[in-house]
C-alpha cells in the first residue's frame, strides 16, 4: 500500500453543479477523516467514519455535503449545488484506529467553483 | 473549546539561519503533532510528542513539548532551502478521535 490516495487531484466546476470526491485511505486503518483547507489556515474538520459508520460531522457543514464509506474501505465526498465559498483544498486522512492519532493525508483535491 | 496557537504566523529568513516557532493553548494535549505541508500536497507528519518535558530530534529539527503539555516549540538549525512549508501543529482533542488544528507557521528559507 503506497498512502492514502484522492481523485481526482483538481477539480473545476461551475457554480450549482454537484461534485463528487474519492479518497482511498491506508487499506489497514479503519478510521477515515475528510478535511476542508483554505489558503493560509490549518485543516478544518468535515467528518469521521470509524469502519463504515459516519460517527461525527462538523456542525458547521452544510447539509449539502454528505460523505460515505460503503464497505468500510474507500469513501466519498459529495458537494451538492456548489458554490465559490466551497472552493478550498479538500483532504482526506486515515489513521490507525489504535490509541495513535497520527494522520496519514493524501494529496487533496483542489476545488475550484467558478 | 480547545484551540492551539501557532506563531509566527509568517516567518522569511535566509539560508542558514536558526529559527523557532511555537505552537501554545491553555489547554493540556495528551499528545502534539507537528506536519510540514509542501504547496499543492497533503500535510505530513513530523513527530509526535507525548510527555511533558520531551524533547525529540529529527536531524536539524528539534521538538519540545512543554512540561505542562500546554506548548510545543520546533526549532530549525541551519535552515535550508527545502524546509520552506507550512507547519502545522495538532493536539489530540478531549473526543478520543479527533485532532485540533492550528492555524500554522508558513516558513519560506531564502537561497
Known amino acids: 500500500d503506497t498512502g492514502v490516495s484522492q481523485d481526482p487531484r483538481h477539480k473545476i466546476t461551475k457554480r450549482g453543479q454537484n461534485v463528487t470526491f474519492r479518497c482511498d485511505p491506508i487499506?489497514?486503518?479503519?478510521?477515515l477523516y475528510w478535511y476542508r483547507q483554505t489558503l493560509g489556515q490549518g485543516p478544518e474538520f468535515l467528518t469521521y467514519?470509524?469502519?463504515?459508520?459516519?460517527?461525527?460531522k462538523s456542525r458547521l457543514l452544510s447539509d449539502r455535503f454528505s460523505a460515505e464509506r460503503p464497505k468500510g474501505s474507500f469513501s466519498t465526498l459529495e458537494i451538492q449545488r456548489t458554490e465559490q465559498g466551497d472552493s478550498a483544498m479538500y483532504l482526506c486522512?486515515?489513521?490507525?484506529?489504535?490509541?495513535?492519532?497520527?494522520?496519514?493525508f493524501g494529496q487533496g483535491t483542489r476545488l475550484t467553483v467558478v | 473549546t480547545q484551540l492551539l496557537e501557532q506563531s509566527p504566523q509568517f516567518l522569511s529568513i535566509q539560508e542558514g539561519e536558526n529559527l523557532t516557532v511555537y505552537c501554545n493553548s491553555s489547554?493540556?494535549?495528551?499528545?502534539l503533532q507537528w506536519y510540514r505541508q509542501e504547496p499543492g500536497e497533503g500535510p505530513v507528519l513530523l513527530v509526535t510528542?507525548?510527555?511533558g518535558g520531551e524533547v525529540k530530534k529529527l536531524k536539524r529539527l528539534t521538538f519540545q513539548f512543554g512540561d505542562a503539555r500546554k506548548d510545543s516549540s520546533l526549532h530549525i538549525t541551519a535552515a535550508q532551502t527545502g524546509d520552506t512549508g507550512l507547519y502545522l501543529c495538532?493536539?489530540?482533542?478531549?473526543?478520543?478521535?479527533?485532532?485540533?488544528w492550528g492555524a500554522g507557521t508558513k516558513l519560506i528559507i531564502k537561497p
Open positions: 487499506s489497514e486503518h479503519n478510521r
Open positions: 495538532a493536539g489530540d482533542g478531549d473526543s478520543n478521535y479527533q485532532l485540533i
Open positions: 467514519f470509524q469502519n463504515e459508520a459516519q460517527l461525527e
Open positions: 489547554s493540556v494535549f495528551s499528545s
Open positions: 510528542v507525548v510527555t
Open positions: 486522512a486515515s489513521t490507525p484506529g489504535t490509541a495513535g492519532t497520527e494522520a496519514f
